[in-house]
């Protein structure tokens, strides 16, 4: 395994890098003030476009989208990205400014891999643009989601239409003022084999009887703009050109989004201890309680040798499998794809912790992230499928693989 990362990586690592330190750090705590302002809920900081333009004027736009989309994207592939989504990682808001956020990148990735051409010159190109913003309605508050089958949604074939009846939740995005697309998973059919009765379908927020019911809190944090919505579908009619590759092939779709969506949030995830590492040994170094200053206790050395020891770990295994994604393709790369899920969150969640418990009071303030850092990673146990799901699942892979051996 060669993980030497190429020549057009390197020079977008260090291109991100300069801009972020030019252009996002300046504005860093106004953003974050901004944010955390109650009646600023739900709205833009103004100078976001701004950032987004400058971007795209620099190249580094639409850096997540593996295959090249017109002169929309540079055509990285997942092991070229993966140290970019590590970067703009480090601060949670930087990822729009470069359109390489979620929910957006996975439905970009699920437009352009199996959209037609006309859902991906409606959506798919003011997506690109960054012109508009969008959701994923999957989970839903009645039902364990992390089954996917067990998804209860309705969507009916009616004539020319087809109507949608649901109560989704975690609908990550859809509280954005710019969010204009949702991609809704239900079932067409009941009654076929489990894995063929959910369906995907484009549903423009704005469509009569899509009701937004609430806004939901993570750990307290609202995560403005974009938010988590509860929705209620109440027979809503829509077009059925609206229906994403065919009637049956919903968790096909969603097994093909959630691969590179894995990555990018582990990397991610990498990003965050990485900076939560950097706080802790500056403070370390800066601290002296008794006497002498924090890293000169031995406990302390260890817990920051651990938190070293565990990011590496970490990234090495999430580029072994962005590299295996690349050259075999999603599914053969299934395994490693569940390790990093499993492997990445609690890293970093013990790292966070470990800087939280250094800095003292400081570290559950608002005045570093590492509180939001916490809350962010606790929350990626959960999403795109709990630990307990991947680990059932790799457990019964491997088991399969050594009886067969």
């Known amino acids: ?58 190249g580094l736009w639409n850096l997540f989208l593996p295959k090249s989309y017109g002169d929309l994207s540079p055509g990285l592939t997942n092991l070229e990205y993966a140290p970019l989504a590590e970067i703009m990682g480090r601060i949670l808001w930087a990822s729009e400014v470069f359109n390489c956020s979620p929910p957006d990148t996975g439905n970009m990735e699920v437009l352009a891999k199996y959209g037609t051409r006309k859902q991906q010159e409606k959506w798919l190109r003011p997506l690109l643009n960054g012109d508009i913003r969008s959701a994923f309605l999957m989970t839903e508050p009645n039902v364990a989601s992390s089954d996917a089958t067990n998804i209860e949604t309705a969507i009916t074939a009616e004539g020319d239409d087809y109507v949608i009846s649901g109560r989704k939740w975690w609908s990550s995005g859809a509280m954005d003022p710019n969010c204009k697309i949702a991609i809704v998973m239900g079932k067409t059919d009941f009654d076929a084999h489990r894995h063929v009765q959910q369906s995907m379908i484009l549903v423009p927020l704005d469509t009569p009887r899509v009701h937004i019911v609430r806004p939901l809190t993570v750990f307290g944090y609202n995560d403005s703009p974009e938010g988590h919505a509860e929705i209620l579908l109440d027979r809503v009619r829509v077009p059925k050109e609206n229906l994403l590759l065919g009637e049956g092939k919903g968790f096909e779709i969603a097994q093909g989004r959630l691969g590179p969506g894995r ?22 170094s800066e601290r002296s309680p ?20 565990d990011i590496e770990q970490s990234r090495l295994l999430v580029l072994a499998a962005a590299d295996k994604m690349d050259k075999v393709g999603n599914k053969e790369a299934k395994d490693l794809i569940a390790m990093i899920k499993i492997v990445a969150p609690s890293m970093a969640l013990r790292v966070i912790d470990r800087a939280i418990q250094i800095m003292g009071g400081k570290g559950v303030s608002g005045d570093t992230p590492l509180a939001h850092f916490y809350a962010a990673a606790r929350t990626l146990r959960l999403a795109d499928g709990p630990d307990e799901v991947h680990l059932s699942q790799l457990g019964k892979n491997t088991v399969k693989k050594y009886i067969k051996a």
Not at 15 to 34: A, Y
Not at 272 to 283: F, G, H, I, K, V
Not at 290 to 298: A, C, E, I, P, V
């Open 1 to 58: 395994m060669n993980f030497e990362y190429s020549e057009k990586s390197l020079a977008l690592q260090d291109k991100l890098k300069l801009f972020i330190r030019k252009n996002i750090h300046p504005v860093q705590d106004e953003v974050e003030n901004f944010i955390k302002n109650p009646s600023n809920a739900w709205k833009k900081w103004p100078g976001l476009e701004g950032l987004k333009d400058r971007a795209k004027e620099e």
């Open 263 to 284: 990555i990018h949030h582990c990397m991610r995830l990498i990003g965050m201890a990485q900076c939560a590492l950097e706080l802790m040994s500056e403070r370390a």
């Open 290 to 309: 008794f006497g002498r200053t924090l890293d000169t206790y031995s406990s302390i050395r260890q817990e920051i040798a651990h938190s070293a020891c």
